[in-house]
């Protein structure tokens, strides 16, 4: 059985907090695990807008329907009338009822989305699309714990651009329209940038896309990376498989292990190619732009994980724009003939329906242990010092705690974090904290807590006596943890626990997003609580890297492409720098005075690839940045995207010695020639 279902199968406590909402799936009890298959949008899918008025969804609506995206109206709370021609209704459940709507896509602020997102799963809309980034953690795990008493919704991201299927010309979210084609590659990616990149390959490469979904980049997404698979495997439309992947989580091992499953029991499988940002940024206590692009304790690293789908069987390249040649050259192997009808491809054997698998069939199958890597210490954003942590733990649940590490092999880790694969909270447990291969994770359910979880599997595995008294000092810690984890929302919770019983050596780490977007926790958000990384400032993500050897600085829009950016400069990059995805001139100005006021930098490497982000702004961007900063080094610009030509035309016509270049690899010839 995979981890996945195994870790649910938990009794829960009789008492359930207020705030716990569950909605009834109908009398036979099926899953969320049902749901995938309502992933498969088209020409056919009715789609509704929340948040229909406002200015982005109305920009986005007008330009989706100009493509040929079916969109028959939307929802604005207690409105009514028609916006854009079409009909503006006050509630969810009414546009349901008078609508029809097979999918929703939201466009509301981060602190109204989780609440748009349930009055979705209330109303049964098959999809929900939410794009919305810096959602709080914990309302998105009180949104999984709902999402899991159903079977009739399925939701994509947050924090991703969406789904579009390029063939029936149906888009809910922000993607650039003009990089699609219809076509034959399916694609899966946790980053939006990277994503783009890949379908312009494709695009390129003469191949054109079938269905797209940014699985988008938190912590525990609505939809994962097998699940996509399980849908790209029966699509007809697709032939081939791009899968895009980064740091943070398991899901690319379990894609592996999916992968070779599906592999083994296919004469002609889909070829599929993949790509996992990271290698070469992964910063103990920081987060690489995305909020789930960073390592809880027993995680694997960017490496590991593409070591695992290669062995799967899955080709890998350095950067995106590699992947339309690749796939176009595995296509054309002789093995796939045109579709008649279709602008695809298909397998020429006869009895490829009779060996695909029932869908999901691969999830559930249990990782070894062996696999775990390293464990790698970082934050959501606030990581607080040891003295804050032992004060923080004493001062909300009256339980001491030494901030002081103890002598090696003193103690047992244990902890409450994030099981990303069952989308829940879990006590996190090793019996030696210095061997990441003993960590072991015990998920529970987010509305119930942790109180009726079973400790006897717990304490075997901290080898520890089951005695009366470990079994009370077992129980008291974890309460004092799991207080402190909802009461402050946390995201990763450890410390360390000797024979006696006595806590040492915490490590707390707090999601910013419940401040940044909903203002809870003021206090611990605080100067006094600063967190243990450089600041960011105008929504921009900048990490110094370590090292004086580098000479190159990046900037780059979209958390992905920065560290493939990164990866691909193999250790010369100065920084990571996220401009984010509503970059502006004023970003990048900002971002070259963070970048120049490194002194190992002699060159500076702008790489955009535009989706919301246009590529002749930021042109302006870097031309400003000339004027008032006082660029003194020299600038490789390659722009890609919405507006690439136009802003290729505003960097060559300046004068001012900038370097413009389309192709990638290109690019970074030159600026590591440059960089000498």
Not at 60 to 79: F, Q
Not at 89 to 113: C, F, G
Not at 309 to 333: F, W, Y
Request: proline share 8%; charged share 15%.
């Amino acid at each position: 059985m995979h981890r996945c279902a195994r870790l649910r199968s938990h009794a829960h406590p009789a008492s359930t907090p207020a705030y716990a909402r569950r909605f009834s799936a109908g009398p036979r009890r099926q899953s969320y695990a049902d749901t995938p298959p309502n992933l498969r949008i088209g020409k056919h899918t009715r789609v509704i807008f929340q948040g229909f008025t406002g200015k982005q969804a109305t920009a986005n609506a007008a330009e989706s329907l100009a493509w040929g995206t079916k969109i028959v109206g939307g929802v604005k709370p207690g409105g009514s009338g028609e916006h854009l021609g079409l009909p503006v209704l006050p509630t969810v459940r009414k546009a349901v009822e008078l609508l029809k709507p097979d999918a929703t896509a939201i466009y509301v602020a981060a602190h109204q989305a989780p609440g748009a997102i349930e009055e979705a799963i209330e109303a049964e809309v098959p999809l929900i699309v939410a794009v919305a980034e810096h959602i709080p953690l914990h309302d998105m795990l009180r949104i999984h714990s709902i999402l899991k008493t159903q079977s009739k919704s399925r939701l994509v991201g947050p924090n991703s651009p969406g789904i579009i299927s390029a063939v029936g010309k149906c888009r809910i979210g922000f993607q650039p329209l003009p990089c699609f084609s219809p076509g034959r590659v399916g694609i899966i990616a946790k980053s939006g940038t990277l994503s783009y990149e890949t379908v312009a390959s494709t695009t390129r490469a003469g191949l054109g896309q079938s269905l797209c979904i940014g699985v988008g980049g938190d912590i525990v997404p609505g939809t994962d990376l097998c699940e996509v698979l399980s849908v790209l495997e029966h699509d007809e439309d697709t032939d081939a498989i791009a899968l895009i992947g980064e740091i943070g989580g398991f899901g690319e091992l379990d894609a592996a292990d999916w992968i070779r499953d599906y592999r083994s029991q296919l004469s002609l499988p889909k070829p599929i190619v993949g790509l996992v940002a990271g290698t070469m940024s992964e910063v103990p206590n920081q987060v690489m732009g995305h909020a789930g692009a960073f390592t809880i304790p027993g995680e694997p690293n960017a490496q590991e994980k593409i070591d695992a789908l290669s062995r799967a069987g899955v080709t890998i390249v350095s950067h995106p724009s590699k992947i339309g040649d690749v796939l176009k050259s595995q296509l054309s192997s002789g093995a796939w003939t045109k579709r008649p009808g279709s602008g695809s491809g298909s397998p020429s054997s006869p009895n490829t329906s009779q060996q695909h698998r029932q869908m999901s069939a691969a999830l559930y199958r249990r990782r070894p242990s062996a696999r775990l890597p390293k464990p790698q210490q970082q934050t959501r954003n606030l990581h607080l010092t040891s003295d804050a942590a032992a004060a923080l733990l004493l001062s909300t649940t009256q339980t001491p705690c030494s901030p002081s590490a103890r002598p090696s092999g003193s103690g047992a880790l244990l902890g409450i974090t994030i099981d990303r694969t069952s989308r829940s909270p879990c006590v996190l447990a090793s019996p030696s904290p210095l061997d990441p291969r003993t960590i072991q994770r015990f998920p529970f359910d987010f509305t119930t807590g942790p109180s009726n979880l079973p400790l006897a599997p717990i304490v075997t595995h901290l080898q520890l006596p089951h005695s009366l008294s470990t079994l009370t000092t077992l129980r008291n810690t974890l309460t004092s943890l799991s207080t402190l984890f909802y009461t402050h929302e946390a995201c990763l919770l450890t410390v360390q626990l000797t024979p006696s019983g006595t806590l040492h050596s915490p490590s707390f780490h707090f999601d910013d997003a419940a401040f940044r977007s909903a203002g809870r926790h003021a206090p611990l958000h605080a100067p006094l609580h600063a967190p243990l990384t450089s600041p960011n400032s105008g929504g921009l993500v900048y990490h110094r890297l370590p090292g004086p050897h580098r000479k190159i600085g990046t900037l780059v829009n979209g958390a992905g492409l920065a560290m493939n950016t990164v990866d691909a400069l193999s250790g010369l990059a100065t920084n990571f720098l996220d401009t984010g995805g509503k970059a502006t001139s004023q970003t990048v100005k900002q971002s070259f005075e963070l970048i120049l006021a490194d002194p190992r930098v002699s060159v500076v490497f702008v790489n955009i690839f535009g989706g919301l982000t246009l590529g002749d702004m930021i042109a302006r961007g870097v031309l400003k940045a000339f004027e008032e900063v006082g660029v003194r080094v020299p600038v490789v610009v390659r722009i890609r995207g919405t507006r690439e030509k136009k802003g290729m035309e505003v960097i060559r016509g300046a004068g001012l010695g900038i370097e413009a270049y389309e192709d990638f690899e290109e690019a970074v010839r030159r600026v590591v020639d440059l960089a000498g």
